[in-house]
């Protein structure tokens, strides 16, 4: 890589997503380096995750991660340190699923396992967004072709590969690197004041709260949160 041209811009989409979620997000980034959207689509384990940013040539980057792609960006830059320049987290859960959550994931595993995934319905997606959102057929499209691209064996796999997930904000505290939170202040899934004591538990870190957002922010609010990250790569 050119001494002169900036590291890249990495981005990791969230659970039954892909590349798609950023689309809206990109012509906001005015970014001069290259710009890389992970696809977990096809992944098996959480190492196959893992290893698809292993696999980056470059030796740094900015990494940003949505919900589920939020806890990979977590546990990649535990692991890896010395390969982050910045890290973004959008929507992440923090610390490890309750019981009752994976006793959810694991019945719906269970029932995939005789019948075949077919998406998301409009109805599941409004539990999702923000109430405004439910009327932008962009935003529910978006999220029920990207489901649609899953069969039961892709659902279950990426299910299972983020089951079983560890705190690290004790681990994210005694690193260095820029850490930014960014969350929806109406999300339902990962509602704000957790968010709120993650960015307590981190010295460093920074915290950004978008309005009129549920869950899929980039989504829902892609302007916002191209400058968001913007602002995160520039501290």
Same mark, same amino acid.
């Given at each position: 890589?050119?001494?002169? !041209?900036?590291?890249? *811009?990495?981005?990791?989409?969230?659970? &039954?997503?892909?590349?798609?979620?950023?689309?809206?997000?990109?012509?906001? *980034?005015?970014?001069?380096?290259?710009?890389?959207?992970?696809?977990?689509? %096809?992944?098996?384990?959480? #190492?196959?995750?893992?290893?698809?940013?292993?696999?980056?040539?470059?030796?740094?980057?900015?990494?940003?991660?949505?919900?589920?792609?939020?806890?990979?960006?977590?546990?990649? +830059?535990?692991?890896?340190?010395?390969?982050?320049?910045? &890290?973004? @987290?959008?929507?992440?859960?923090?610390?490890? @699923?309750?019981? $009752?959550?994976?006793?959810? $994931?694991?019945?719906?595993?269970?029932? &995939? =396992? $005789?019948?075949?995934?077919?998406?998301?319905?409009?109805?599941?997606? +409004?539990?999702?967004?923000h109430p405004n959102s439910v009327q932008n057929?962009?935003?529910? #499209?978006?999220?029920?072709?990207?489901?649609? +691209?899953?069969?039961?064996?892709?659902?279950?796999? !990426?299910?299972?590969?983020?089951? !079983?997930?560890?705190?690290?904000?004790?681990?994210?505290?005694?690193?260095? %690197?820029? @850490?930014?939170?960014?969350?929806?202040?109406?999300? $339902?899934?990962?509602? @704000?004041?957790?968010?709120?004591?993650?960015? +307590?538990?981190?010295?460093?870190?920074?915290?950004?709260?978008?309005?009129?957002?549920?869950?899929?922010?980039?989504?829902?609010?892609?302007?916002?949160?191209?400058?968001?990250?913007?602002?995160?790569? =520039?501290?």
């Amino acid at each position: 890589m050119n001494k002169n !041209q900036p590291v890249p *811009l990495v981005f990791l989409h969230g659970f &039954l997503c892909d590349p798609r979620l950023w689309s809206d997000v990109q012509p906001h *980034l005015n970014y001069p380096g290259p710009i890389y959207l992970i696809d977990f689509k %096809f992944c098996k384990t959480l #190492q196959d995750m893992l290893g698809q940013i292993e696999k980056i040539a470059e030796p740094r980057f900015h990494l940003v991660g949505f919900s589920m792609g939020g806890y990979i960006a977590e546990l990649f +830059a535990t692991r890896h340190p010395e390969r982050i320049e910045t &890290l973004t @987290l959008i929507a992440a859960n923090v610390g490890a @699923l309750s019981e $009752r959550d994976q006793s959810t $994931r694991l019945k719906m595993a269970e029932m &995939l =396992s $005789r019948v075949q995934y077919k998406g998301m319905s409009e109805k599941e997606v +409004a539990k999702f967004i923000h109430p405004n959102s439910v009327q932008n057929s962009h935003v529910v #499209q978006t999220v029920i072709e990207m489901s649609q +691209a899953y069969s039961s064996e892709m659902y279950v796999n !990426q299910m299972r590969a983020t089951l !079983q997930r560890e705190d690290l904000t004790s681990a994210l505290d005694l690193l260095d %690197f820029p @850490l930014t939170i960014v969350a929806g202040r109406e999300d $339902r899934v990962v509602p @704000l004041p957790s968010l709120e004591a993650f960015h +307590a538990g981190i010295s460093r870190s920074n915290m950004i709260v978008i309005d009129g957002s549920g869950h899929y922010v980039p989504l829902e609010k892609p302007t916002e949160v191209g400058r968001a990250v913007m602002r995160a790569i =520039s501290i």
